[in-house]
């Protein structure tokens, strides 16, 4: 994953009670269950989740799931593993997503070691505490809550836990066309989503529920030349005129878009701030035909990308020689698509901005494109009281994510997703797929509770058969 850049990772909460909240016994097995899934170095290239898929099948056997209640699937060497609870009524199930692989780390780099579950300064420590395994151990955490207590719900619920997230998300589609879950009425993914913490008051702002992701596409533009000695220079020069197309795509302005979903997150943070950011988010919100408000808005890094298609130069390439001239000049341009455009239309604006046959521009490998998935009350509610459980009266809004988690595969397959991790953070402390990834202690228990109060409160658990 990588979630959207203010959020998640390193989980503080001021608030918390650590010390009661470790006490419950569910607790203590989840954060043994943390410790194994932290020590597998499932990195692309180690092939370790078919053995951490080994171990949690075990765990989930030992808590009373039975067989034939336990799937996997495999695809080059990665294992994927899901795991049903049988609904009483009929109906389409609920799915649960988390992924097992991590981004490597290199131990002599950490000041601690990455793979060993380490509890310091009220934070966890190792790679994946935060993206992902906090989530794989919040399902199997609820799953064995559910067994434990002979909860029944009411809906089949369906936990997947995926193999390759951060590399091809191969073994999500597999998940999403099983016959377990293909039929899903959504997702509910731990990946994304999450509360915003005030940096300096570390008071909770606002709690964003990742509803859509845009588009990531990178295109290649490309200069190509006759060339010759540089001591014969000619009238056209590829560096030049790829110079040129570069500045033309920097002035280049997509068009100002808006849906439901990013209106409803602008409104929301509008209401929270002040000065001019502020009253253009709000009335942005209001009319997103506001073309003050939209520019206003295209000058904050923060926004702009929640407001438009966003395309910037990325990386140069460019001659062979000090003394020749460039038979080549390259640059990389990635584009953040809004959801509903299409990746060729982008290129096709780019072409057209450039203005110039003699510069070719390239889409690289197959970009996804994944529609909004649309707030649905019921979901929302029961997020929004899963969150209230912890920080009573949090706002909690839908969010348009700028990165990317495999939760765009569930929506291309049909099956609306919502990322919702229960996790806080301050915007400055996001340690995933970086140095010393951490945790806050306490933020990892209520990441637990946020999953378990979701599958039963959706599923409609309660005792009985
Ligand atoms: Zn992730």
Redesign the pocket.
Known sequence: ?KKLILLMAAMTAPFSTPAAAQTAPHEAKAREIYARVISFRTAAGHKQTPAMVAYLIETLKAGGVPEADIATLDEEGERALIVRIPGRKPGRPILFSA?MDIVDARPEEWERDPFKLIEENGNFYGRGTS??KAGVVALVSTILRIEAAQLKPARELVFAFVGD??TNMNTTRLIAAHPWVKNAEFAINT?AGGGILDETSGKPLIYLVQGAEKTYATFDVVVTNPGGHSSRPRADNAIYQLAHALERVEAYRFAVMANDLTRAYLGAVGKAQSGPVGEALRKFSADPTDAGAADELAKSPEFVGTTRTTCVATMLDAGHAENALPQTAKAAVNCRIFPGVAVDSVRDALVAAIADPGVKVTVRGKPDASPVSEMRPDVMAAITRAVHAHYPGVMVVPYLESGG?DGKVYRIAGIPTFATSGLFGKPSEMF?HGLNERIEVAAFYRGLDHIYRLAVDLGGARPGS
Do not use: L, R, V
Request: no cysteine.
């Open positions: 994953m992924h993206d992902n997230e951060e990946d988690t995933a």
